[in-house]
């Protein structure tokens, strides 16, 4: 019921908001244009459903690699670095890391898709520290006594008690990834912040609805996939 209720939710929004222009020229008759037609709801949402995807799948691959690295003997040096980096990184507004992104790459997707990496990295990073550090010594200790060599005691004792923090992070990250990369519009990405963008600039708070609608039930609907699969793992695992 957790993925079914929102992703009914934006199914309705999908189908019903490309014919409810009645309803936004009722809530604001000043407007000549109250609906937003110049992309499809769906295509924009598709959009930003696949940027969303692309970078929270590098952001976990690398914060997931680099937690790992950090909390092994020969990278313990570079803990408290990884530690202090995810947690001022998290200070960092992600309009920031767009501006910065932006000179080096340009508009367009490419700058919104790197500050969606570079954000997204920090939460599963610090969660994936904060997993494998809580593991119990028992369990390792019991792994090393029945000959565990250290791949397969990451892989079948270390990564399976972490799951938990470590999907949180995941989730984090792919919710902060729905919602910043609404921001990417901005930029020239094609989002659903295109019609939020628009409504701002052009005094059109009916596109800024219509916008908004869509990515919140976007926003909960990964996350509600996305528990759906943490509970699916920790099942299996």
């Known amino acids: 019921m957790r993925v079914v209720a929102p992703l009914a939710v934006l199914v309705l929004l999908l189908l019903g908001l490309p014919h409810a222009a009645g309803w936004f020229h009722a809530w604001q008759p000043q407007l000549s244009h109250p609906l937003y037609t110049r992309t499809s709801f769906l295509a924009l949402t598709l959009a930003h459903l696949g940027l969303v995807a692309a970078a929270t799948s590098v952001a976990v691959a690398v914060g997931l690699g680099l937690g790992i690295v950090a909390t092994r003997p020969a990278g313990r040096s570079l803990l408290p670095t990884v530690r202090a980096v995810a947690v001022i990184g998290q200070t960092v507004p992600p309009v920031a890391v767009l501006a910065i992104a932006v000179p080096l790459l340009g508009f367009g997707a490419a700058p919104t898709l790197l500050a969606l990496v570079l954000y997204g990295v920090l939460p599963v990073l610090g969660q994936t520290v904060a997993g494998l550090d809580q593991v119990s010594p028992a369990a390792l200790h019991a792994a090393d006594g029945m000959g565990y060599g250290r791949w397969r005691r990451l892989l079948d004792v270390e990564l399976p008690l972490a799951a938990g923090p470590v999907m949180a992070g995941v989730r984090l990250s792919a919710i902060v990834g729905v919602g910043t ?37 976007l926003a909960l609907t990964v996350d509600g996939a996305l528990a759906v699969l943490e509970r699916r793992l920790r099942r299996a695992l």
């Not at 659903?192 to 919140?216: D, R």
Request: no cysteine.
């Open 181 to 217: 990369a609404t921001i990417g519009s901005a930029v020239g990405a094609t989002t659903l912040g295109s019609p939020i963008v628009e409504g701002l600039v052009g005094n059109n708070p009916a596109y800024v609805v219509q916008g908004a609608l869509l990515v919140g039930a």
